[in-house]
Every structure is written in structure tokens, then in C-alpha cells.
Nanobody
Framework: QVQLVESGGGLVQAGESLRLSCAAS????????MAWYRQAPGKRREWVAT???????TYTDSVKGRFTISRDAAKNTVYLQMDSLKPEDTGVYYC?????????????????WGEGTLVIVSS
């Protein structure tokens, strides 16, 4: 019903920047929120940032002041600008979306995940 496709990951050195993108497509009626999560090697997936529709943007403490999440509603795309990257930011970054989608049974609220994009920050 909805596909999320991330891009922008790569290998960078500590202190450098990357910009991740996540484009949503499908039978989208409306978007409640879009977010980024990440999973470091050997660790559980953790929340990074959320941009809700019409509410305040929030960040996990470890990225405050370094990462900026933004959303282009017209393009159904969410971005994550990552500055001053640190080796501990290494991981697979996943896009998450809470959307209302059109189904054969009506309009339903659903959660979607992208397949992830790998970010490696070397020291």
C-alpha cells in the first residue's frame, strides 16, 4: 500500500555531514508523522527524531544540535540532515511513517517502515 525508500547513506569521517532522504509513495490519504530510527551493530533499533503533522519536532538527546529532521509534505518526503557526525552514529537508518491509507475497506491508519540505509562514520 505504501512504500518508503531511503537514500543518502554512505561512509564518512567523523565531523562530516550526510543528508538522508525517505520518499513515500502509494495510496496515502494523509500523514500523521514521519520519523527516523537507527540500529547500530549488535544493538536494538532506537528512535532518532520525529516530525509530526502540526506538532513540535522531537529528537533523541544524543543527536540534539547535530541532526535536523524536516519534511516536504507535497513530496511525501522526510529528510535527516546529519552534521558533526560521530562514530557512534554508525548504523542502519530506517524511515518510519504513520499514515492514513486508502484501502478497499476504507481509510485506515497504518505504520510503515523503509528497508534502511547504512551510515558508517569512521574515526
Amino acid at each position: 500500500q505504501v512504500q518508503l525508500v531511503e537514500s543518502g547513506g554512505g561512509l564518512v569521517q567523523a565531523g562530516e555531514s550526510l543528508r538522508l532522504s525517505c520518499a513515500a509513495s502509494g495510496n496515502i490519504f494523509s500523514t500523521n508523522a514521519m520519523a527516523w530510527y537507527r540500529q547500530a551493530p549488535g544493538k536494538r533499533r532506537e528512535w532518532v527524531a520525529t516530525v509530526p503533522n502540526g506538532e513540535a519536532i522531537t529528537y533523541t538527546d544524543s543527536v540534539k544540535g547535530r541532526f535536523t529532521i524536516s519534511r516536504d509534505a507535497a513530496k511525501n518526503t522526510v529528510y535527516l540532515q546529519m552534521d558533526s557526525l560521530k562514530p557512534e552514529d554508525t548504523g542502519v537508518y530506517y524511515c518510519n511513517a504513520l499514515m492514513r491509507v486508502v484501502t478497499p475497506h476504507g481509510i485506515n491508519g497504518m505504520e510503515f517502515w523503509g528497508e534502511g540505509t547504512l551510515v558508517i562514520v569512521s574515526s
